[in-house]
């Protein structure tokens, strides 16, 4: 079960009949499973890695810290919910250390980003303060090495 | 070719006497082409793992560039005896038991050249990697070879090893997991080789570098067998299960009297391993299991596939449990293996290896390695599809019971 996520996570193209190969099972089994999965919402979504600027598409990010006063019963759930509903809002962390919510944001312009930190994120009830760090390059992304440049240089045949 | 000169007969005829490899003319051919996807290559298509590179940058900007000692860092040589007594349960002295070498291949030059005394015989399986013989004879000794069959899974038995033996014999040579069958050895088969050895009172040489990648049952050591300790040379090393090839990075391990011999020529031929390669190798047994596990999980699924495109393409392939290679039976197509390989290099431009480059009894075989990403083993694979087709192959109706 667990080489079967592995596999569909490294590439979620894999056909059912390349993953029963591969894992040596019956592929009436294998779409069991991934139907099974996608029910209890294990496999949550099949994501492509894209690398936007490759089509001249210009996005900014940034990376929030986000220092919120944590509230009786709820803790920081409920305004993490409050952030991370909003659309703009890429992923949402709560991390150990100087401060609470490492909140991850997408738009188009560094205009539209900062107004976003502005007027939505930094005056939800809760809130204390906020510190944006904008994305200048991204070197590696889920695990893909953005220009890799590494490549087989062994010799064709070899005993 | 300047023969006139007289060169050529003043090169030791035991040397002149050696054929060229057959994989050599094999390589020349390949070079000069180009789009080819090569299953002919022996070695991972991974590159060493990053934390292993970088210790050994570290290493370098330490300072670490002197010699060693000859036997190699003991750090190393007591991670190794760690892992031997973690994976197999057998305990070896790291001060006297253990030399580092260059590559398993210097490891078996030197017990080879430790051991064999002009005359001697030294069993070979075949068909099985290339050096062994030529090593051999190098040494003065007789390689005598013990033609294995794709009936018995190319596993070698007490019987073929029993029927090879004379009173010259000194040495049985082990290579399980077998480059180029992929053949690996049941506890049992040792059990009863064992048997023999002991009552022959042979050296036994166990070639042991794919043991990390057994895929089917688990890999028993030989010296791990009882009785065999003693009398067997285990020769290892990290270019597999590592990625590490090119670091040149091996051992051996043996009782204090033959790594002492084996040190001897060690010392005088070679010093000491680099020992940039040596800290690359600490570093690989001390944090590289995880990704070694998971490389090998990854040729797992690969040789899944590779086996199940054989039975669509119609050859029989017999299911290899270790190493990273296949060994297809060819003769369906009426073509011996060289000429296979050549056409299937010429007309659809993949290239793998001729099974009698690895001994008589590799013809009708090819060796294909799947050392090679799922993208182009697919590929290559589609391509040698319709080559085996075009040769009036066709593959048997596979009836679901």
């Known amino acids: 079960m667990k080489e079967l996520l592995d596999l569909l996570e490294s590439n979620a193209r894999l056909t059912e009949s390349e993953i029963a190969v591969m894992l040596k099972m019956d592929e009436e089994e294998v779409r069991g499973r991934i139907r099974e999965l996608e029910r209890n919402k294990t496999i949550l979504r099949y994501i492509t890695l894209v690398n936007w600027e490759k089509v001249g598409e210009e996005k900014v990010s940034a990376m929030i810290e986000v220092r919120i006063t944590p509230q009786r019963d709820v803790g920081f759930d409920a305004v993490a919910e409050r952030i991370y509903r909003f659309p703009e809002v890429r992923s949402v962390r709560l991390l150990s250390g100087t401060y609470d919510l490492g909140v991850f944001i997408e738009g188009r312009t560094m205009k539209e980003v900062s107004h976003f930190v502005a007027t939505k994120l930094s005056t939800i009830d809760g809130v204390i303060s906020t510190t944006t760090h904008f994305v200048l390059k991204t070197y590696k992304q889920d695990g893909v090495i953005i220009e890799d440049d590494e490549e087989d240089r062994r010799l064709v045949v070899s005993p | 070719m300047s023969k006139k000169a007289g060169w050529y007969e003043r090169i030791n005829p035991v040397v002149r006497g050696i054929p060229p490899s057959g994989i050599r003319k094999f390589f020349d051919m390949v070079t000069e082409m180009k789009g080819v996807i090569s299953l002919g290559v022996g070695e991972p298509d991974f590159v060493t793992p990053w934390h292993i590179r970088e210790g050994c940058i570290y290493s370098l900007e330490k300072g670490y560039t002197m010699y060693t000692s000859n036997q190699g860092l003991l750090e190393l040589r007591e991670e190794i005896v760690r892992d031997l007594d973690i994976s197999y349960s ?45 090593t051999t004879t ?54 009863e080789i064992a048997e023999v050895v002991r009552h022959h009172d042979l050296i036994v040489i166990s070639d042991e570098i794919y043991d ?27 270019s597999k299960a590592y990625a590490m090839t090119g670091w040149r990075i091996g051992y051996a391990a043996a009782n204090p009297y033959f790594i002492e011999a084996m040190n001897k020529i060690h010392q005088y031929g070679i ?24 490389m090998v999980q990854q040729y797992n699924r690969r040789r899944h596939m590779v086996m199940q495109s054989f039975k669509e393409m119609g050859l029989h392939c017999f299911e290899p449990g270790g190493a990273f290679y296949a060994f297809p039976d060819i003769i369906p197509t009426g073509l011996a293996a060289e000429e296979f390989a050549e056409r299937l290099l010429r007309e659809e431009k993949v290239a793998v290896i001729p099974g009698n480059a690895f001994g008589p009894s590799g013809e009708g075989f090819v060796r294909c390695s799947y050392a090679a990403s799922m993208e182009d083993l697919g590929e290559a694979f589609r391509r040698m599809t319709s080559f085996v087709r075009r040769s009036g192959v066709r593959p048997k109706t596979v009836v679901n019971l």
């Open chain 2, 90 to 134: 057998v305990t070896y002295d790291a001060r006297r038991e253990i030399l580092i070498t260059v590559g398993v291949s210097e490891g078996l030059d030197l017990a080879i050249r430790a051991l064999v005394s002009p005359g001697d015989e030294v069993l070979i399986p075949e068909p099985s990697y290339v050096s062994y013989a030529p």
């Open chain 2, 138 to 191: 190098l040494a003065g000794g007789v390689p005598v070879t013990m033609p294995t069959t794709v009936e018995n899974d190319f596993r070698l038995t007490a019987e073929i090893v029993e029927k090879r033996i004379t009173p010259r014999t000194k040495i049985l040579l082990l290579c399980y997991p077998n480059n180029p069958t992929g053949a690996v050895l049941r506890r049992r088969d040792m059990l």
């Open chain 2, 212 to 238: 990390k990648l057994t895929y089917v049952g688990s890999h028993t050591c030989f010296p791990s067998i009882p009785g065999m300790q003693d009398r067997t040379v285990l020769l290892n090393g990290f």
């Open chain 2, 271 to 294: 010093l000491c391993a680099p020992i940039t390669a040596q800290m690359a190798a600490l570093e690989a047994l001390k944090n590289g299991r995880d990704g070694m596990v998971r």
